[in-house]
């Protein structure tokens, strides 16, 4: 049986979502989107899973939208098919979602996009800066805490974020407010690993589980471990948008 992961209350990242109806605004967030190259999550009503698309042109002037083909190519299939779209992505700490009708087009190279009239509204989710996502029940992460002594705590990464983590460990020594951690490893799927300095900003022991949930702070943290962070809190942000579809 699986274990449930208990919510970290103090690391409380859902913020409240907005619904943007004013058309400038509404314009700029789209183009922001469509700038900085955000892969948009798209579902398609009556069909289930994610599919993926990239937003081509914002155009309020004329009142219009333009959304790339939709992939894997069932996808275009079924968009050609239900004619609308729920779209959902991620920029700098807000999440969008936003539906709309769409026409078909096609490109002089034969490549399909959809046109959609410029939305009516969008739901904007403004998260706080650094936001903790969650990680699924059906993924387990390793997480090692080397102490002075040469003890080795062990345990399993609950939460993540571009400024820490939140952790169960599996021990009865007590971690306190304030604890510098000199290398927490992070060992991710695939056989990728972060190794980090910790502080730790919260400790709760749990005596019948026998376990600490902690939250904690990344430190000096080089740039090519940001990296590797950075690109599985996308991953597990795309999970975390599948995981909504879905419910």
Same mark, same amino acid.
């Given at each position: 049986?699986?274990?449930?992961?208990?919510?970290?209350?103090?690391?409380?990242?859902?913020?409240?979502?907005?619904?943007?109806?004013?058309?400038?605004?509404?314009?700029?967030?789209?183009?922001?989107?469509?700038?900085?190259? %955000?892969?948009?999550?798209?579902?398609?009503?009556?069909?289930?899973?994610?599919?993926?698309?990239?937003?081509?042109?914002?155009?309020?002037?004329?009142?219009?939208?333009?959304?790339?083909?939709?992939?894997?190519?069932?996808?275009?299939?079924?968009?050609?098919?239900?004619?609308?779209?729920?779209?959902?992505?991620?920029?700098?700490? %807000?999440?969008?979602?936003?539906?709309?009708?769409?026409?078909?087009?096609?490109?002089?190279?034969?490549?399909?996009?959809?046109?959609?009239?410029?939305?009516?509204?969008?739901?904007?989710?403004?998260?706080?800066?650094?936001?903790? %996502?969650?990680?699924?029940?059906?993924?387990? %992460?390793?997480?090692?805490?080397?102490?002075?002594?040469?003890?080795?705590?062990?345990?399993?990464?609950?939460?993540?974020?571009?400024?820490?983590?939140?952790?169960?460990?599996?021990?009865?020594?007590?971690?306190?407010?304030?604890?510098?951690?000199?290398?927490?490893?992070?060992?991710?799927?695939?056989?990728?690993?972060?190794?980090?300095?910790?502080?730790?900003?919260?400790?709760?022991?749990?005596?019948?589980?026998?376990?600490?949930?902690?939250?904690?702070?990344?430190?000096?943290?080089?740039?090519?471990?940001?990296?590797?962070?950075?690109?599985?809190?996308?991953?597990?942000?795309?999970?975390?948008?599948?995981?909504?579809?879905?419910?």
């Amino acid at each position: 049986m699986t274990e449930k992961r208990e919510p970290d209350r103090s690391t409380d990242y859902q913020g409240k979502t907005e619904r943007i109806t004013h058309p400038p605004q509404i314009a700029g967030l789209l183009r922001r989107v469509r700038d900085q190259r %955000v892969l948009l999550s798209v579902q398609v009503p009556g069909h289930e899973g994610l599919f993926n698309s990239m937003l081509l042109d914002v155009n309020p002037e004329r009142d219009f939208i333009l959304l790339d083909e939709l992939g894997p190519r069932s996808g275009h299939e079924f968009a050609c098919q239900a004619r609308q779209l729920r779209v959902r992505c991620q920029c700098q700490g %807000v999440e969008l979602s936003f539906t709309c009708a769409i026409e078909i087009g096609q490109s002089q190279r034969g490549i399909s996009f959809y046109r959609a009239p410029l939305p009516e509204a969008i739901n904007y989710l403004q998260r706080r800066i650094n936001f903790r %996502v969650r990680v699924g029940l059906n993924l387990t %992460v390793p997480v090692h805490l080397p102490l002075e002594g040469a003890s080795i705590l062990n345990g399993e990464l609950s939460d993540l974020s571009l400024g820490g983590l939140g952790a169960n460990i599996s021990t009865n020594i007590k971690l306190s407010h304030g604890q510098i951690i000199d290398t927490c490893s992070i060992h991710l799927p695939k056989g990728e690993s972060i190794q980090a300095e910790l502080e730790i900003r919260f400790a709760r022991h749990d005596a019948q589980r026998q376990v600490q949930h902690i939250g904690a702070a990344f430190r000096h943290l080089q740039p090519q471990q940001e990296q590797t962070l950075r690109k599985f809190v996308a991953q597990l942000e795309r999970e975390m948008l599948r995981r909504k579809a879905r419910s």
